[in-house]
T-cell receptor, first 114, second 116 residues
Framework: LAKTTQPISMDSYEGQEVNITCSHNNIATNDYITWYQQFPSQGPRFIIQGYKTKVTNEVASLFIPADRKSSTLSLPRVSLSDTAVYYCLVGDTAMNTGFQKLVFGTGTRLLVSP | DADVTQTPRNRITKTGKRIMLECSQTKGHDRMYWYRQDPGLGLRLIYYSFDVKDINKGEISDGYSVSRQAQAKFSLSLESAIPNQTALYFC???????????????FGAGSRLTVL
């Protein structure tokens, strides 16, 4: 079972860059790393996904080292509206059928202050 | 309209009652999931379905059952609700053919269930 470890919480100020690191020591060869954002009483929302090296979209960047045992979500110039819980997910492949079962950890609660 | 619709959004019930939470999607995805979220905690997988004929238990399936009535519909039932099933329930879908190994979940808005 591919498990992830993230900091429980982080604090930042508006305009700063925020980096949230996730550890996934048992990541499998075929697993992708996916990050979600969740606001209170809403469903999680996909942010970014990657397999290796660096991925960037209009919202964030994802840095993945060569050994893929960790990943870092980078949010440039955060605003108050970025206050949310961020989840790192690694696809869990069941060996018998090859499908993926996506397991969430407890996430990182980011608080952005003025 | 939302891609993934959950009903009801809020429900208060009593211990021992049967409850059904419904989920419908317009994404055309084969895979559907039910998750449960408790205050301050992450999401835990209850059941998942890869197509109409394939249903699988997740981490915490005891006390729950599901029905995949069609590709677009996936219902979660609590046969006899108990207070510790009070939680926020999320339905999600994914398309495994978007890219190999690249499941991206689309979540509904959630159904808040309170069991008294």
């Amino acid at each position: 079972l591919a498990k992830t470890t993230q900091p429980i919480s982080m604090d930042s100020y508006e305009g700063q860059e925020v980096n949230i690191t996730c550890s996934h020591n048992n990541i499998a060869t075929n697993d992708y790393i996916t990050w979600y954002q969740q606001f209170p009483s809403q469903g999680p929302r996909f942010i970014i996904q990657g397999y290796k090296t660096k991925v960037t979209n209009e919202v964030a960047s994802l840095f993945i080292p060569a050994d893929r045992k960790s990943s870092t979500l980078s949010l440039p110039r955060v605003s108050l509206s970025d206050t949310a819980v961020y989840y790192c997910l690694v696809g869990d492949t069941a060996m018998n059928t090859g499908f993926q079962k996506l397991v969430f950890g407890t996430g990182t609660r980011l608080l952005v202050s003025p | 309209d939302a891609d993934v619709t959950q009903t009801p959004r809020n429900r208060i019930t009593k211990t021992g009652k049967r409850i059904m939470l419904e989920c419908s999607q317009t994404k055309g995805h084969d895979r559907m999931y039910w998750y449960r979220q408790d205050p301050g905690l992450g999401l835990r997988l209850i059941y998942y379905s890869f197509d109409v004929k394939d249903i699988n238990k997740g981490e915490i399936s005891d006390g729950y059952s599901v029905s995949r009535q069609a590709q677009a519909k996936f219902s979660l039932s609590l046969e006899s609700a108990i207070p510790n099933q009070t939680a926020l329930y999320f339905c999600a879908t994914s398309d495994p053919y978007r890219e190999p190994g690249a499941n991206v979940l689309t979540f509904g808005a959630g159904s808040r269930l309170t069991v008294l």
